[in-house]
């Protein structure tokens, strides 16, 4: 991955909807060599998707919030089950196996505490835990989709 690469991946993290005209007019670069680019970033699965990024607020989730899981239960299967629970929630737009004293991270959103209570109980009546507790954002510091591409090779 060259200097060009990281402007050109620097800019679609920036605004996914600009065409590969803006993009060569902004690297300096004529469209096809980016174009190209492009093509085998998305081919190498450096570039995954693009997608569009809602305020969580304007559609109505006005809560946030960060479930930490520990489980009893290391199985392939209660593993498998549990992926299969947190799929079938859209509210729980992230989840992660952790090291550590906890086992899953899951991140959620709700328009309200009510409706985490809704997804909690979906959570706990599909797959059994050990233990199960939250804490919800009151301010969002930082918030960004952007990867740093120092590290790109």
């Known amino acids: 991955m060259d200097r060009i690469d990281k402007r050109l991946l ?5 605004k996914a909807s ?7 007019s902004r690297i300096g670069i004529s469209s096809t060599p980016v174009w190209k680019r492009m093509k085998r970033l998305e081919e ?7 997608v569009a990024l809602l305020d969580p607020r304007k559609i109505g989730l006005d809560l946030t919030g960060f479930v930490l899981i ?3 239960d290391h199985s392939d299967k209660w593993l498998k089950d549990f992926a299969t629970v947190v799929s079938t929630i859209p509210e729980i737009i992230e989840v992660h196996r952790m090291a550590g004293d906890v086992d899953y ?7 309200d505490i009510s409706g985490y209570d809704e997804i909690y109980k979906r959570l706990i009546d599909g ?14 510091i930082k918030s960004t ?5 120092d590290y790109a090779s």
Do not use: W, Y
């Not at 190498?44 to 693009?50: A, F, N, P």
């Not at 797959?127 to 301010?139: G, H, K």
């Not at 989709?145 to 591409?149: N, R």
């Open 105 to 111: 991270l899951l991140k959620v959103v709700a328009p």
């Open 44 to 50: 190498t699965g450096v570039i995954r998707d693009r």
């Open 145 to 149: 989709t952007a990867l740093p591409l």
């Open 127 to 140: 797959v059994t835990l050990s233990d199960v507790s939250a804490s919800f954002s009151m301010e969002v």
């Open 10 to 14: 620097t800019l679609i993290q920036e």
């Open 18 to 24: 600009l065409t590969v005209a803006e993009i060569s």
């Open 70 to 72: 520990r489980t009893s």
